[in-house]
Structures are given as structure tokens and as C-alpha cells.
């Protein structure tokens, strides 16, 4: 017999009136948080809502294409599991549905925007798996969490999403880390599709806190899973590179807000550069 279907609809403040547009179904349970409490702090509350044994996720930006019966057979089978997100065309994201584990060389290159710029670089090849056939299934290393499958036993073995990556950006990948760390294998399976627009939440910030909120988690990963030496090197790369960051985020956002964001972050990675056993969390 097939496990019973529970839905829990998490709304994290929005002010787009998503809540209106959910439907009021018997099975169907909506949570309205009066903040917004992140990304990783939201999906911890939605599992709690449930006592479902395999848990998805999907970003309100992520529509369902096909079933998710050979998802649900990976999970169950290996711990976690992740589908393939598509555009709205039909075509495979690449670069974004799978991704190896950033390392601090490729980390580095991505602050510097040379990843942006020279996207076939060696280095970006690996960490965005643009070396892979995305129709080719298989174990990967941190697929997106827009669209990712996992155990309930899993979370609770990990303690759920670490909810000091606030509020978005590298609480799916620190999750999946520490979970191949426990010795649990994350399937790729490339039948199961979602289109999925892309940024739907991460639009809806400030392009100076963006960019912060995006650099400080980019540290809290290194600060929990580099060497010393290498967590340095990020930190060095973030102090070094803030300013044509900030000239670029000032272009975009046609505005001088990102002057403050820019001098906060050269702030925090100077004091993690100094002081490397700083805490991780939403300032340090």
C-alpha cells in the first residue's frame, strides 16, 4: 500500500499574497510565519509539521512535471535523492540542478566573478558538473534543495538543515555535505523533472544584503568544512575582492546601497581572516 500523501504549504512572509492562491484542502496544511525565518529554519518547521517518511522539497518556484515514484525508490533506498529542474522551454539547468562540493580554489573564483566570466574554466567545469551528461543518472554530490528528496531518519541524524545559513544560499549544501559525510549516497534520477523558474525568493531582497547574505554563508560553508588554511584563503579572497563586487552590484542596483553591504562584508571576512574560529551565524 502506498504511504499517504501529507502536503504542509510553508509561507515565510511573503508579501505577494501566496497564501490566498494555496488551496484549502482537506490534506493540505498551510503555515503563515509573520517572518521571515529562512530558508533552512522554514524546511526545518515543515518537517516537523509531518510525520511523513520521505520528506520533499520544492521551492515555490519549482512545478512538478512527471511523478515522483522513481524518486521516492532512490530515497528509500540510498537516503537522498534529487530530479532534474528544467526551464521553461524544456531544457536542463545546468550548472544549478547538480553540483559537486565547492572547494576553496573554486570558491575563490567565484568571488572574484571569474566563474561568471569565464564560466569553462576548468575549475567551474568540476563544480558545476558541466563535465557530466545531465540525462545520465547516478550518485552526485549537492544537488539543488529546490527540489530534493530525503528520509526523515537522515534529517533527524543530522539535526536538519543548519539554520545559521540565513536567510538563503548554502544550507542545501552544507546539508548534503555533512549527509555523504555520515555515509549516505545522494541519487541522481533524470526521469523525474520540475520546471523551476529560477531566484523566485532571492529576488525579492536588496541587492546589497543579497550579495551579503550570499558571501557571509559562502564563509559559514568554508568555516565548517575547509582546513584552516584554505577557510583563510576564502576569507582573504572576500576582503580582496569586495570592491569590484561592490562596483558591480552598484551598476546593477543603479544605486550606492551596495557601498554599505560591501564594507560590512570586508568587515566579517577580516574578522574571520584574523580570528578563524570565529562562530559561524547570520554576522560572524
Known amino acids: ?69 522513481e524518486l521516492s525508490a532512490a530515497a528509500e533506498r540510498y537516503g537522498l535523492a534529487a530530479g532534474k529542474l528544467v ?38 567545469r568540476r563544480y558545476r558538473y558541466l563535465d557530466r551528461d545531465l540525462n545520465e543518472g547516478g550518485a552526485v554530490e549537492q544537488p539543488a534543495g529546490a527540489f530534493l528528496m530525503f528520509r526523515r531518519d537522515v534529517w533527524e541524524r543530522l539535526g536538519g538543515f543548519d539554520e545559521r545559513f540565513f536567510p538563503v544560499w548554502f544550507e542545501d549544501v552544507d546539508f548534503c555535505k555533512r549527509a555523504i559525510d555520515a555515509g549516505y549516497r545522494i541519487e541522481y534520477v533524470p526521469a523525474v523533472q520540475a520546471e523551476h523558474d529560477g531566484g523566485h525568493s532571492v529576488r525579492q531582497l536588496k541587492e546589497g544584503g543579497r550579495a551579503r547574505y550570499w558571501c557571509v554563508n559562502l564563509l559559514n560553508y568554508a568555516s565548517k568544512h575547509f582546513r584552516p588554511l584554505a577557510y583563510r584563503a576564502v576569507c582573504l579572497a572576500a576582503v580582496l ?17 551596495p557601498a554599505a553591504s560591501c564594507l560590512d562584508t570586508v568587515r566579517i571576512a577580516g574578522v574571520r581572516l584574523v580570528s578563524p574560529r570565529a562562530a559561524i551565524g547570520r554576522n560572524l
Open 87 to 124: 526551464d521553461d522551454k524544456g531544457r536542463a539547468q545546468r550548472g544549478f540542478t547538480i553540483r559537486r562540493f565547492p572547494t576553496a580554489w573554486s570558491l575563490c573564483l567565484e568571488l572574484a566573478g571569474v566563474n561568471r566570466l569565464w564560466p569553462s574554466n576548468p575549475a567551474n
Open 241 to 257: 575582492t569586495a570592491v569590484p563586487r561592490m562596483v558591480a552590484g552598484m551598476i546593477r542596483a543603479r544605486s550606492l546601497s
Open 1 to 69: 500500500m502506498a504511504p499517504e500523501l501529507s502536503v504542509v504549504i510553508l509561507d515565510n512572509a511573503s508579501t505577494d499574497g501566496t497564501p490566498e492562491q494555496a488551496p484549502d484542502l482537506p490534506k493540505v496544511r498551510k503555515i503563515i510565519n509573520r517572518e521571515n525565518l529562512g530558508f533552512a529554519a522554514a524546511v526545518n518547521q515543515g518537517v516537523r509539521e509531518t510525520d511523513a517518511r520521505l520528506i520533499l522539497l520544492l521551492n515555490p518556484d519549482v512545478r512538478l512535471l512527471t511523478a515522483v515514484d
